[in-house]
């Protein structure tokens, strides 16, 4: 585990916060399910009081204001100096397609640490956008990381698989949940990774309620104890209900590219499963570097992911 305890405060990698939950594009194993939720923007207000409880208990150093699309919110300025404000995070970052990066104004440059820009083959800003985009950032003092993506991996399915050691060990290789903490704080929520939010919806897709994101999540507001309750949370090594539908680090890679109508509507109609779709070479190596890191941890005392 990557957490630690310290000054009353328990210390993780990351958070993030969906600032718009759709998506100026509609690319294929998506692992947030954009192309498959409908247009909607979380209230700043909600935002402001997950992030302040939180800030009482928990340190973080990066706070992520991703999507969706973040630069669809039109509050994005606001969502950032709430963040900033909080003292959760010591960095405030966007992860952005770019498309819309040109329209931001000086005071949302001003109020950003970080920007990583994925840039997918033909749905991204143009070379010399990117040549400006980094002067600017240059001029604000924003760090700013361009990230060719041609690949996705595959992640949610379209079909559940059992709860057995195979989805056991995808959670406990998962790197999103487990060393990069992609903790997606989500109306008054907070999960282990980004899937289980938006999860409900893309079963909807395809005329399913087999999954309820609340067995995965901790409610922040709800809890008597705040320290001891989310210490509970983040350091159980218990898989996510959510697990059966998804493949973490160990899924199969695909080339980028935009779905179809046809597949946004019912995203059946393109299978993927554990069956079809995990890359078992590297899971069976994953596995193995994962009980390489537990023997570690015994020896020296010190936590690994």
């Known amino acids: 585990m990557l957490y630690e305890v310290k000054n009353g405060k328990i210390h993780a990698r990351a958070v993030e916060y969906s600032v718009a939950y759709h998506c100026n594009l509609k690319c294929a194993f998506c692992s947030h399910m954009a192309p498959f939720i409908d247009s909607k923007l979380p209230p700043l207000e909600s935002f402001a009081a997950d992030v302040n409880r939180l ?150 897709r395809m005329g399913r309620n087999g999954y309820d994101s609340s067995v995965d999540a901790f409610h922040i507001h709800a809890a008597r104890n705040l320290f001891d309750e989310l210490k509970a949370f983040l350091f159980s090594d218990k898989p996510l209900d959510a697990c059966r539908y998804c493949l973490g680090y160990v899924g199969k890679w695909q080339k980028h590219r935009q779905l179809t109508k046809e597949v946004i509507a019912e995203p059946q109609r393109e299978e993927v499963s554990r069956d079809t779709h995990l890359d078992n070479r590297r899971f069976l190596q994953a596995t193995a570097l994962y009980y390489v890191r537990r023997g570690r941890e015994m020896v020296t005392g010190k936590p690994e992911w």
């Open 55 to 204: 800030a009482s208990v928990m340190h973080t150093r990066d706070i992520r204001l991703v999507g969706g699309e973040p630069l669809l919110n039109p509050q994005i300025v606001e969502f950032l100096k709430v963040a900033r404000t909080s003292g959760l995070a010591d960095t405030v970052m966007v992860t952005t397609n770019g498309l819309l990066l040109n329209s931001m104004k000086d005071e949302f440059w001003a109020n950003v640490d970080f920007i990583w820009l994925s840039q997918y083959p033909g749905a991204s800003p143009k070379d010399k956008m990117i040549e400006k985009f980094q002067a600017k950032a240059k001029e604000s003092n924003t760090r700013l990381d361009v990230d060719p993506s041609f690949y996705f991996r595959s992640t949610v399915t379209t079909k559940p698989h059992p709860m057995d050691w195979k989805t056991k060990m995808i959670y406990r290789t998962c790197e999103s949940a487990n060393r990069f903490h992609c903790h997606m704080i989500h109306e008054g929520r907070l999960f282990k990774c980004a899937c289980p939010p938006f999860m409900p919806e893309y079963h909807r």
